[in-house]
């Protein structure tokens, strides 16, 4: 067991360094809502990661004669418990590099750590903080500063649907430069996302690991995204699978009636199969695998793939 553990490490750290062009620290000196105990981190067999003590960005950029001057800034499921930061990650990042688009890959950290002086807040501000970064360093990374958006898979989801409703257009009396920059992202692309967190529909694991056993009628209302639109949400793309056993597709549908009630662009792609946690697809033929295109087509419309910055 030990044996395969220590290749599961060597396996995931040579993915990194074979794909990731740059890793970065999203904070420097003290990071927010840590009470500073460092405990450890984990990777468990299946290359997913827990308990993240000092949360990174992984930027993956496209060659430069296909870049279209867009980003994503990549948020994984995991329930808030862990991410799946392969499947709903670096091979995200990997797949939008090959459409000429920037993917930002987020190792946020997580409410269930113990060493978190706010649980409900961390993994957005840490969120916050990347688009904050890419935003920051897009003239360096050849990024189109009003090309920004944010996607996120099942908890992840949640967690970029609540970046893209609460959000700031720079904090401009901090001290630090990056905190002075927007975290408004331009787009948002929700896989199989939680959305609510209360009523039928909620997503109980992620919502017990974000809030607590008790939250209070204020925090679910908070962090229920579809209760959370405005006309100045970003516009989105959202993908989820009928038969989804995990996260209720009701969460997706909720969300785009939010959106458009507020006269938000949006669109939506219910699949018939696929059920929950399928990343890029399952490679079975059926229609859900052609999520992808779906948003890649959709990010032409909106004029995302076009030339120029």
Same mark, same amino acid.
């Given at each position: !067991?030990?044996?395969?553990?220590?290749?599961?490490?060597?396996?995931?750290?040579? =993915?990194?360094?074979?794909?990731?062009? %740059?890793?970065?620290?999203?904070?420097?000196?003290?990071?927010?809502?840590?009470?500073?105990?460092?405990?450890?981190e984990?990777?468990t067999?299946?290359?997913?990661?827990?308990?993240?003590?000092?949360?990174?960005?992984?930027?993956?950029?496209?060659d430069?004669?296909? #870049?279209?001057?867009?980003?994503?800034?990549?948020?994984?499921?995991?329930?808030?418990?862990?991410? #799946?930061?392969?499947? %709903?990650?670096?091979?995200?990042?990997?797949?939008?590099?090959?459409?000429?688009? #920037?993917g930002?890959?987020?190792?946020n950290?997580?409410?269930?750590?113990?060493?978190?002086?706010?649980?409900?807040?961390? #993994?957005?501000?840490d969120?916050?903080?990347?688009?904050?970064?890419?935003?920051?360093?897009?003239e360096?990374?050849?990024?189109?500063?009003?090309?920004?958006?944010?996607?996120? =898979?099942?908890?992840?989801?949640?967690?970029?649907?609540?970046?893209?409703?609460?959000?700031?257009?720079?904090?401009?009396?901090a001290?630090?430069?990056?905190?002075q920059?927007?975290?408004?992202?331009?787009?948002?692309?929700?896989?199989?996302?939680?959305?609510?967190?209360?009523?039928?529909?909620?997503?109980?694991?992620?919502?017990?690991?974000?809030?607590?056993?008790?939250?209070?009628?204020?925090?679910?209302?908070?962090?229920?995204?579809?209760?959370?639109?405005?006309?100045?949400?970003?516009?989105?793309?959202?993908?989820?699978?009928?038969?989804?056993?995990?996260?209720?597709?009701?969460?997706?549908?909720?969300?785009?009636?939010?959106l458009?009630a507020?006269?938000?662009?949006? %669109?939506?792609?219910?699949f018939?199969?696929?059920?929950?946690?399928?990343?890029?697809?399952?490679?079975?033929?059926t229609?859900?695998? !052609?999520?992808?295109q779906?948003?890649?087509?959709?990010?032409?419309d909106?004029?995302?793939?076009? %030339?120029?910055?």
């Amino acid at each position: !067991m030990k044996t395969t553990f220590i290749l599961t490490i060597v396996l995931y750290m040579t =993915f990194q360094s074979l794909y990731a062009q %740059e890793t970065l620290k999203l904070w420097t000196g003290k990071i927010p809502y840590s009470t500073g105990l460092i405990g450890e981190e984990e990777i468990t067999d299946q290359g997913h990661v827990r308990n993240i003590q000092d949360p990174d960005i992984t930027v993956y950029l496209p060659d430069k004669e296909k #870049a279209t001057g867009a980003a994503v800034v990549i948020c994984p499921g995991g329930g808030y418990w862990l991410l #799946a930061i392969k499947h %709903e990650g670096h091979d995200i990042a990997r797949w939008f590099n090959s459409i000429g688009v #920037a993917g930002i890959v987020v190792k946020n950290r997580l409410p269930t750590s113990d060493n978190i002086t706010d649980k409900s807040e961390v #993994a957005m501000t840490d969120a916050q903080r990347a688009v904050r970064m890419t935003r920051y360093h897009a003239e360096k990374w050849g990024i189109a500063p009003g090309k920004i958006g944010i996607m996120g =898979f099942s908890a992840g989801g949640h967690l970029a649907s609540t970046v893209g409703t609460h959000f700031d257009l720079g904090i401009k009396d901090a001290k630090d430069p990056i905190q002075q920059v927007s975290c408004r992202p331009d787009f948002m692309v929700l896989v199989y996302p939680v959305i609510s967190m209360s009523g039928d529909i909620m997503h109980t694991g992620s919502m017990k690991s974000l809030l607590g056993e008790n939250p209070s009628d204020a925090q679910m209302l908070r962090f229920s995204n579809e209760k959370q639109v405005t006309k100045d949400t970003p516009p989105a793309i959202l993908i989820h699978s009928s038969d989804d056993t995990g996260v209720p597709v009701a969460n997706s549908i909720g969300f785009y009636e939010a959106l458009l009630a507020h006269g938000v662009a949006a %669109e939506l792609h219910l699949f018939h199969s696929g059920g929950h946690g399928y990343g890029l697809g399952r490679g079975d033929g059926t229609s859900h695998n !052609m999520w992808p295109q779906n948003v890649q087509a959709w990010m032409k419309d909106m004029n995302l793939l076009s %030339e120029g910055k």
